[in-house]
C-alpha cells in the first residue's frame, strides 16, 4: 500500500510556521492564515470570493476594534477582491468580450503605478498597496465580468448583501439611541474613521438595491429600503447628504414615473438640506467658506498643483504612488499611523506632501472637520501618480459609468447611483480609498454587467 506523507507534512509545517507567527507577530500570523486559505480557494468562483470580501469589508473592521480579530484584518477585504480575479483567470481560459476593456485599463493602471514608483525610487510595496486599494472596486466588478456567476452564485452574493444591510438598521438605530455623538452610528463599521459616512453611504446604495433587485417580496422592500434611508439623518452623514443629488440624478430611470421619483427625490433631499437638518446648515456653511476662498480643499490644490507644474516628471508620473495626499499617503503619517496598524508594520517612510498640505489647509480653513483637510483621493491620484496616471483612473470610472447606463439590468440602478456617489466624494474626500463603500459599488456593477445564466434570464422574461 502507497502511503502519500505530502499532506500531512504540508500541514504539519503550516501548524509549525503559524505557531511560530503567533508568538512573533498576530499581524503576520493573520496575513500567513489568509494566504493558506487563498491558496485553497484559487478554483472557487469569483462570486464565492467577493460573497468573502463583502462580509470581510463590513464587518472586520468592528471586529478588529473590539479585540476580537487583529487590525491586519481589516486589509483582507482587499486581499479577497484581488484572489477572486485571480481566481476567474484561473478559471477561465479565455477572456470574455466584456472584460477586455476593463482587464486592459487594470494594466495600464498598475503600470503607471510601477513607473511612479520607479521614477520616484519609492520602496517596492508602496506601489502595490496603493494599487490594492485604489483599484478594489473595479477589480471586484473585472471579476464577476472574467467569470460571470451562475445563478447559484447571484443568488449567493444578493443573499449575503441583504443579510449585511438588514443588520446594520437594528445596530445603526441601537447606536443613534445609546450615542448622543452621531458620529458612532456606524453599524458594522464600528471604530472606522469616517465610518458614519462610509455607513450611511452603504445604507443609501443599499436601499437603492433593496428596492431594484433584492430577493424579497414587494411588501418587505419598502419598509427596509425606508429604514436604511433613515440612517444618514441618524448619523449626520454631511458628505453622503451633499452628495445625494449628483447621485439620483445619474440613476438609469428606465421610465417617465422614475425619472419623475427622480426629480421629486432630488428636490426634496436639497430641501431638507438646505433648510431642516443641522447637517445641511452646517454644510451650507462649508460651502459658503470655500465660495470665500477659506476651503481646506482649496489650499490643498494649490499646493498639489504648484509642486507638479514646479516639474515636468512630477506633472507626469506624480511623486510618487501614495507619496502627497491621498488616503495611503496620510496613512503613513505620524498623525495617522499607530503602532497597531498594518502600515506601520510594513514600515514605509512618511509621506512628506501630506503634512505640509494639511498643515497649509488647516491654517486657511481654521477647521479640523473633513471639509477642511487637505484629504482627497482626487487630488491624492494626480499627486502621487501624475496626469498619465488620473487619465487611466478616469478612463476606467468612465467605462464602468457608460456601460452601467447601458445596462438593462436590476442591478444597473443602484450601481450607476454608487458609482456617481463614489466618483463624486473621491474629488472632495477620500472615498475611493474606502473599500467598504468601493466593494460594495464594484460588486454591484459586476453584478449588472455580467451576462446573466439562461434559467435566470427566462424566468425573468416569464
Known amino acids: 500500500m502507497t502511503v502519500r506523507l505530502g499532506q500531512p507534512l504540508a500541514a504539519t509545517g503550516a501548524a509549525l510556521v503559524l505557531g511560530f507567527l503567533v508568538s512573533t507577530s498576530s499581524h503576520l500570523a493573520a496575513a500567513f492564515v489568509v494566504g493558506v486559505l487563498g491558496l485553497a480557494a484559487l478554483g472557487a468562483p469569483a462570486s464565492a470570493w467577493l460573497a468573502a470580501a463583502l462580509v470581510a469589508t463590513l464587518t472586520f473592521k468592528g471586529l478588529g476594534t473590539i479585540g476580537v480579530l487583529p487590525s491586519v484584518a481589516t486589509f483582507a477585504d482587499m486581499f479577497l477582491v484581488w484572489g477572486a480575479l485571480a481566481s476567474a483567470g484561473l478559471r477561465r481560459r479565455r477572456l470574455p468580450a466584456t472584460a477586455a476593456w476593463p482587464v486592459r485599463l487594470l494594466v495600464a493602471l498598475g503600470l503607471s503605478m510601477a513607473v511612479s514608483g520607479a521614477f520616484n525610487d519609492t520602496e517596492l510595496l508602496r506601489p502595490v498597496v496603493y494599487l490594492m486599494l485604489l483599484a478594489t472596486p473595479f477589480v471586484a466588478a473585472t471579476a464577476l465580468l472574467v467569470d460571470p456567476p451562475d445563478l447559484r452564485g447571484r443568488r449567493s452574493l444578493n443573499r449575503v448583501l441583504l443579510v449585511l444591510l438588514a443588520v446594520q438598521v437594528p445596530l445603526a438605530y441601537w447606536q443613534a ?121 482649496q489650499a490643498a490644490t494649490t499646493v498639489v498643483w504648484s509642486t507638479l507644474r514646479a516639474d515636468p516628471v512630477s506633472m507626469t508620473v506624480g511623486v510618487g504612488p501614495a507619496m502627497s495626499i491621498s488616503r495611503a499617503a496620510f496613512m503613513t503619517t505620524p498623525d495617522f499611523v499607530d503602532t497597531d496598524s498594518p502600515l506601520h508594520v510594513l514600515g514605509l517612510r512618511p509621506a512628506e506632501l501630506a503634512p505640509e498640505v494639511q498643515a497649509r489647509a488647516e491654517e486657511v480653513s481654521g477647521g479640523y472637520t473633513s471639509f477642511d483637510t487637505g484629504l482627497s483621493s ?52 477620500d472615498w475611493w480609498e474606502q473599500p467598504p463603500f468601493g466593494i460594495l459599488v464594484g460588486v454591484l456593477a459586476g453584478l449588472a454587467l455580467a451576462p446573466r445564466a439562461r434559467a435566470e434570464a427566462g424566468s425573468a422574461r416569464r
Not at 438595491?209 to 434611508?229: C, D, F, H, M, S
Not at 417617465?256 to 426634496?268: C, H, I, P, Y
Open 177 to 297: 439611541l445609546t450615542n448622543e455623538n452621531k458620529d458612532r452610528v456606524e453599524g458594522t463599521l464600528i471604530g472606522a474613521g469616517a465610518g458614519a459616512h462610509v455607513m450611511s453611504a452603504v445604507a443609501v446604495v443599499g436601499a437603492i438595491w433593496v428596492l431594484a433587485a433584492a430577493p424579497l417580496r414587494a411588501r418587505a422592500r419598502v419598509p427596509l429600503a425606508a429604514a436604511l434611508l433613515v440612517i444618514p439623518f441618524l448619523a449626520d452623514a454631511k458628505q453622503v447628504i451633499l452628495a445625494s443629488p449628483a447621485m439620483l440624478l445619474a440613476g438609469n430611470w428606465r421610465n417617465t414615473r422614475e425619472a419623475f421619483l427622480r426629480v421629486g427625490a432630488v428636490a426634496l433631499a436639497v430641501l431638507v438640506l438646505l433648510t431642516v437638518i443641522p447637517a445641511g446648515q452646517n454644510a451650507t456653511g462649508f460651502l459658503e467658506q470655500a465660495r470665500e476662498g477659506r476651503g481646506g480643499k
Open 378 to 429: 482626487a487630488l491624492g491620484v494626480l499627486g502621487d501618480i501624475g496626469v498619465l496616471g488620473a487619465a487611466v483612473y478616469v478612463a476606467l470610472l468612465g467605462w464602468f459609468f457608460v456601460a452601467l447606463r447601458r445596462s438593462r439590468s436590476p442591478e444597473a440602478v443602484p450601481a450607476t447611483c454608487g458609482l456617481a456617489l463614489f466618483a463624486v466624494l473621491g474629488l472632495v474626500f
